[in-house]
């Protein structure tokens, strides 16, 4: 399949040979097969994933319309009170729980009555009203399940809204939001403690989609959080940008993963966002390196530098000095070589530099400046 082949080039009146031997002929061969397969195989893993976090809010929409109808219920309170008692109670649990763990802002916005979640209003009103009439003094507790399937219902369309906008405002910045959810999921562990609703164990599907909707909209926020949004140097200095460039010490074309900030000898080199010191050392072209995570699979790498002002372990906020400029490793003179790297793939930093600040300080302010869910009387 690979045999010799020769290939011969006349110029100026010389002709020259160039012989391709079958293991070269194979060894390219090889690569290019294991690049389409690594490339399959992503592909697959982001469609799979994507299927599945559909299928899984399709079924949990079917659940919910298969929950028990008002006439059930009033039987179900008819039976026994008292269970029914220690399901609301349990139930209620599970809200203050969700509400002590939510951020101050997230009950500052207002819900449309977007149609991501099912509405119970006609089916609670009615269930009150049969209650009223068969079993007056459970009455009381008909109002308050009423009040909390609403405020369940009003909090997932509000969580669903919201992690919308984020995703907006990541792709804005040229981001899949689906890498974001997947390097997210990726770094996650713990005892498994399953949640419970009624006093049974089981868990009413509309508040298990409220969990789900409340964890992808912490997600996505947290991504957005962590993109850089501090110029690590002078942007008036980029003397080199992202992509495929004229390589200053052989002139042959070359790939450039990131962004040069020119600048003297010694010149602070500022953390381009918060995040945690991941490494501290000298790597090969990079000279003397600090890598910052930010989570989410995004890291930054600041390189050629003088000298370090950070050490592995360390925390650092967005502006904080971590070295100085310099030239060590391969170098033509004093500058900042500054990457952006998601999931170990570089990608270029400008658009976030230029861009993230606007888009967060947008973000915040809307979450800042509305109404909150009403949580009913």
């Not at 012989?19 to 397969?37: H, K, Y």
């Not at 957005?224 to 980029?238: C, T, W």
């Not at 372990?313 to 030239?327: H, K, P």
């Amino acid at each position: 399949m690979f045999p010799e082949r020769e290939f011969f080039m006349r110029s100026q009146g010389q002709v020259r040979f160039i012989t391709i031997t079958s293991r070269v002929q194979m060894v390219t061969a090889g690569l290019v097969l294991s690049a389409l397969v690594g490339w399959g195989i992503s592909m697959a893993a982001m469609a799979i994933g994507q299927y599945q976090a559909s299928s899984e809010r399709a079924e949990l929409l079917s659940r919910e319309a298969q929950v028990a109808t008002a006439e059930s219920r009033v039987e179900a309170y008819r039976d026994d009170l008292a269970s029914e008692t220690a399901d609301l109670s349990k139930r209620q649990d599970y809200l203050d729980g969700i509400l002590a763990m939510l951020p101050e802002d997230l009950m500052t916005e207002g819900v449309d009555g977007e149609d991501t979640v099912t509405d119970s209003t006609e089916e609670s009103a009615e269930l009150i009203s049969m209650i009223e009439g068969a079993i007056p003094e459970a009455a009381g507790l008909a109002r308050l399940e009423a009040r909390q399937l609403a405020f369940v219902e009003r909090l997932t369309r509000y969580s669903d809204r919201r992690a919308a906008r984020t995703e907006q405002a990541i792709r804005s910045l040229g981001l899949d939001p689906r890498m974001v959810m997947i390097a997210d999921e990726q770094a996650q562990g713990g005892p498994f403690e399953m949640l419970a609703s009624d006093a049974d164990g089981s868990l009413d599907p509309r508040f298990e989609r409220l969990a789900i909707s409340l964890s992808r909209m912490s997600s996505l926020e947290r991504g957005l959080s962590e993109i850089p949004q501090v110029m690590p140097a002078d942007m008036r200095n980029i003397s080199s940008g992202f992509g495929y460039r004229r390589d200053p010490f052989n002139g042959r074309g070359a790939m450039h993963s990131g962004l040069d900030f020119r600048g003297p000898y010694g010149a602070p080199i500022h953390a381009a966002a918060d995040g945690h010191v991941s490494f501290v050392g000298n790597k090969s072209g990079y000279g003397r390196v600090v890598e910052i995570s930010h989570g989410n699979g995004m890291m930054t790498r600041y390189a050629h530098m003088s000298r370090w002002n950070a050490r592995v372990g360390q925390d650092v906020v967005a502006g904080d000095v971590i070295g100085n400029i310099g030239s060590t490793g391969r170098s033509t003179g004093p500058h900042l070589h500054f990457e952006v790297r998601i999931n170990g793939r570089a990608v270029n930093p400008r658009p976030f530099l230029e861009t993230a600040p606007n888009v967060l300080e947008e973000a915040r302010a809307e979450y800042a400046h509305t109404d909150g869910p009403d949580h009913g009387e």
